[in-house]
C-alpha cells in the first residue's frame, strides 16, 4: 500500500511541476495574428484553341482580355488572437489589409467578397474589418490577367507582427465533423490536460505492470486491471 500512496505522489508532484510550467509558458507566451490563405480554385479562362488558323478574341465586361484567370480564396483566421481592424486598439498599420496579386505586372480586373462571415469588406485591393474572430473567414474571388498563374498575396506588414499561411484546398483534408468538448477550450488548456492524462495512462501503465509482479492478485482483479488500462489508452487516443 505505501509503495502505491509514494507512486501517487509523484503523479501528483508531476502533474504540479507541468501545471507550474504551463503557467510560466502562459505568462512569457505572446499569441501572434495569425491568417491562412487557401486557394481553393483556379482557372485559366482564355485557353489558346489548337486548331491551325482559328482565332479567338476574347472579352470581359466589355474589355478585351488575354491570359485571365479566374481565382478563388478562402482567407481564415486562425490564431488565437481577434484581429482588431478600428479604433484606439487597432491591430493594422492602415485602414485595410492590403490584397496584392504576384507576379507585379498582373492586371487586377476584378476582386470581390463573394461570402464571409464577420462583415468585411473589400475597396480598391483594401480589406477592412471591426473584427475578425478566430474561425472566422472571407471568400474572394478574382479575376486576373497574367501571362503565368497568379497568387494573392497579403502582407504580413500590414497587421502587427502577423503570420500569414499559403495552402491549397484538398478535398481529402476538408471533412466534417461535430464539434467536441475540448475543442472549445483554449489551446494551451488544452494542451496541458493533454501532456498530464499522457502521463497520467503511462505511470498507470508501469503501475499495474509492478503491481502484478509485486502483488498477489486473483484473476478478476487481473482481467479489471486490464480492462482499465485500455480504456484509459482509448480515452488517450480521442486526445490526438
Known sequence: MEKFVKFFKIIFSIIGAIAAGVSIYVFFHKDVPKLEVQTISERLLTDATPIAGLEVKYVYDSIEVHNLWQMQYVVKNIGELTIVGQGAEKMIIDEGVTCN????????????????????????????????????????????ESDVKPELKISDRDIIDANIVYTKYNPANNFQYKDRLYDKLPSVIFKTLRIIYSIIVGLTIIASILAYKTTAMDKNAKIVGAWMIIIMLLGALAFY
Not at 110 to 115: D, Q
Not at 117 to 127: Q, S, V
Open 101 to 144: 496579386f504576384s507576379p507585379q505586372n498582373a492586371n487586377v480586373i476584378s476582386l470581390k467578397i463573394t461570402n464571409n462571415n464577420f462583415g468585411a469588406e473589400l475597396n480598391k485591393g483594401l480589406l477592412g474589418f471591426k473584427q475578425w474572430r478566430k474561425g472566422e473567414y472571407v471568400e474572394i474571388e478574382a479575376m486576373v
